[in-house]
């Protein structure tokens, strides 16, 4: 938890010497409830009135289990003028884009369109939060760049609006979340892949979502932390399913960015796929490569929340083993487990990996300059 | 290639059971009677399709029937092979796949009698583990308390993919059996089908099924570590069985990570994931999920921080290595004793007893 015991230094002063940064993981919020409702249908306002989003979980409000504080932020991240943490765009730039010295913001909203139940409602609100990102964040600070969120259980919908933002320089990504009614490698989702080859926009699979399934294949655990810890096994049995699909034989030029579900785990899912692969492939004849290989070229990591061994050395191994050119730092700001720019890369790291690291490789992929 | 050596302890062999009917000697009439009058099929699993590669070596398949339904089978290919002292049998039949307690419940009983007269009786070797029916806590402690009586049974089996997550206190009274009794409980891979076999809903594949076996093995050691099991049952060793290895450090870190974030929620929780898992956490070797080379394997040693951890298996006769190489290359003389004689017996209990008994 994360209660402020002391004043955390006076960051803008220092701004002006810190290296540029990319953050591949923002989270926007909306300052009130009622924040979409310029960029959606009428018929909506009274229908979320009356019925709420109706997502894949029993909550009528908030999540199945509850956070360990409020919004999952950051205590000292609430702006002055009201509204929850990363509501407000003026304080998002005094408290983390200038001191911090982001130079590309890469925005991930949450609580859209997807996990829910209606799709007519889901598609609404997805577009509607596209359009919101523009208005209220990209168009008015150009180190911002959107995500096109997407109705995720209805590819026809999703692809058309990914093809409705493609060419659109707000946003350089489409953003799916690790959990859906199916894992993501099946075909309900290949209209997505489709659409974001062809606008060559990269798919940031975010953890988190809701798709009826438990979150563990034995059944729902107890606690936040099972939760927490659990979306790392979420993505791992995600791009597994990716992966063993063909969806990077079928979509040779996708690129996926697995955003804040970790890395280490990375090598060890690669291992294991192989060696299984070797017993069974006949079983997955579509497949030409060693699932490994199908990894190292279509997977992107982004750091947060960062591995943190005792012993550097097993980082950097970890680190090497998928590769410097693969990795995207984040901060996943406004939430409470934050990763501080200046404290996540041990020492011991060449110049070259750093500055890849921490914004080279996020520009290349997303194609910023 | 790195040779076993003599007096290893094998932690995971799979006697198989031949057919449904071959348990029917060892049920009442009113068992015996439903399974022929209804026509019962065989209960083999999705995990483990006959056929499959994965369930046998090509060279250890029998002409016909069932890889390693034959004892003659087993000692010939796997205990003879490799100078097996102790094999730890761990039967993968599917009752636990059952939805009715009272089947399951005789099901098991007639699983458990069949390994003893079939297999254990038969060859001093063999130990075996205790298949309980989770269906019900009740019939699962009294059948563990049952089989207990026997010395040959040093463990109790459970899938890692059931009904709950494993630490939920639902199954305490079943770890509390085990640790009064001096029985680890083994968790082995598999599922009950009860659940989607991933976190994230049903994949079109076995090959997806069986990847996706070491996400459940991770995301059971959370449950058991969260929910205070071993807070309350210090003296409770449990072994992952097929479960691989290679993803503990990662896990680990990420765990403790977020242990130390929101420790509040889970105050019982009294030390750090990764001392738990040092005392009370061991995995089977078998199988090897690293890369060929001796260097990697060497650092993940490293990255584990242990060298008590892994257990020796053969994993047999499911098919996971070639030839005699049971044992990956790299492995230091001091760490393969270890792995296959000293860190079995510091975890099974009743192995030394065994040993003692004329």
Request: hydrophobic content about 40%; aromatic content about 10%.
């Amino acid at each position: 938890m994360n209660i402020q015991i002391r004043e955390r230094p006076d960051a803008a002063a220092s701004a002006g010497t810190k290296t540029a940064i990319a953050d591949c993981d923002i989270h926007p919020a909306r300052a009130t409830k009622d924040e979409l409702h310029p960029y959606l249908a009428k018929r909506w306002h009274s229908h979320l009135e009356t019925f709420g989003v109706h997502p894949y979980q029993g909550m009528m409000e908030g999540p199945p289990y509850p956070k360990a504080q409020p919004n999952a932020s950051r205590r000292d991240a609430y702006p002055p003028e009201g509204g929850p943490q990363g509501s407000s765009l003026s304080f998002m730039q005094k408290q983390h884009l200038d001191p911090n010295n982001v130079a590309l913001g890469v925005l991930n909203p949450l609580n859209t369109g997807q996990g829910i139940r209606n799709q007519d409602l889901a598609s609404a609100i997805c577009a509607a939060i596209n359009d919101w990102q523009i208005e209220k964040w990209t168009s008015k600070d150009s180190r911002l760049k959107g995500s096109v969120v997407v109705a995720n259980e209805d590819g026809v919908s999703a692809a058309a609006e990914i093809r409705r933002r493609a060419g659109d320089t707000n946003f350089v990504q489409v953003l799916l979340l690790s959990r859906n009614v199916e894992p993501l490698g099946q075909r309900r989702y290949w209209p997505i892949y489709e659409a974001a080859q062809e606008a060559g926009l990269p798919i940031g699979v975010h953890a988190f979502g809701f798709g009826g399934n438990p979150i563990t294949a034995s059944g729902w655990p107890s606690y936040y932390i099972e939760e927490m810890v659990g979306h790392s096994q979420c993505q791992q049995t995600a791009l597994a399913s990716l992966v063993l699909e063909g969806v990077f034989e079928r979509f040779p030029k996708l690129k996926m960015v697995m955003v804040e579900a970790g890395f280490g785990w990375a090598p060890s899912l690669a291992w294991r796929l192989d060696k299984v692969f070797a017993r069974l492939h006949a079983e997955v004849p579509h497949l030409k490569r060693k699932p490994s290989e199908y990894i190292r070229d279509h997977i992107w990591w982004t750091t947060q929340p960062m591995e943190d061994p005792e012993s550097r050395d097993h980082l950097f191994q970890t680190i090497e083993w998928i590769g410097w050119d693969k990795l995207l730092f984040a901060t996943d700001y406004p939430h409470w487990d934050y990763d501080e720019p200046s404290r996540v890369l041990p020492a011991g790291v060449s110049d070259a990996n750093r500055q890849a690291f921490y914004l080279d490789n996020a520009k290349q992929l997303y194609g910023v300059s | 290639m790195t040779l076993p050596i003599a007096g290893g302890v094998d932690c995971d062999l799979h006697p198989a059971v031949p057919h449904l009917t071959s348990l029917l000697p060892y049920m009442n009439d009113y068992w015996r009677d439903q399974v022929t009058t209804r026509g019962m099929t065989d209960l083999i699993s999705q995990s483990y399709p006959t056929n499959s590669p994965i369930a046998s070596r090509p060279d250890w398949r029998p002409a016909q029937g069932k890889p390693g339904s034959r004892l003659a089978d087993m000692q010939r290919q796997s205990l003879d092979r490799f100078g097996t002292a102790t094999g730890i049998c761990n039967p993968l039949y599917g009752v636990q796949m059952v939805f009715s307690e009272d089947m399951a419940d005789a099901f098991c009983r007639a699983l458990n009698d069949w390994l003893v007269k079939e297999w254990l009786d038969k060859d001093d070797r063999l130990c075996g583990s205790i298949v309980i029916p989770v269906q019900s806590i009740e019939k699962a402690v009294a059948e563990i308390e049952r089989c207990a009586q026997d010395q040959r049974f040093v463990q109790v089996l459970m899938l890692v993919m059931g009904d709950m997550p494993l630490g939920k206190r639902h199954y305490w009274p079943i770890y509390a059996a085990a640790e009064r009794l001096g029985l680890p409980i083994g968790i082995h891979a598999g599922s009950a089908y009860h659940n989607p076999p991933t976190s994230v809903g049903w994949g079109s594949y076995h090959i997806e099924d069986y990847v996706a076996q070491a996400q459940a093995f991770q995301t059971q050691l959370t449950s058991l570590i969260v929910e205070g099991v071993f807070a309350r049952h210090p003296n409770l060793k449990m072994v992952m069985l097929e479960s691989g290895f290679t993803w503990l450090p990662p896990f680990l870190w990420r765990l403790h990570k977020f242990w130390r974030g929101v420790r509040m929620e889970t105050p019982w929780v009294d030390r750090a994931p990764l001392e738990i898992v040092r005392s009370n956490i061991r995995f089977s070797l078998q199988p090897v999920d690293a890369p060929p080379d001796g260097d990697t394997l060497n650092r993940l040693f490293d990255h584990m921080q242990s060298d008590e951890l892994i257990l020796f298996s053969t994993d047999y006769p499911h098919w996971q290595f070639d030839g005699d190489e049971v044992l990956p290359k790299g492995l230091s003389q001091d760490l393969v004793r270890k792995i296959m004689i000293d860190n079995p017996h510091a975890t099974y209990g009743r192995l030394k007893v065994k040993e003692t008994t004329p």
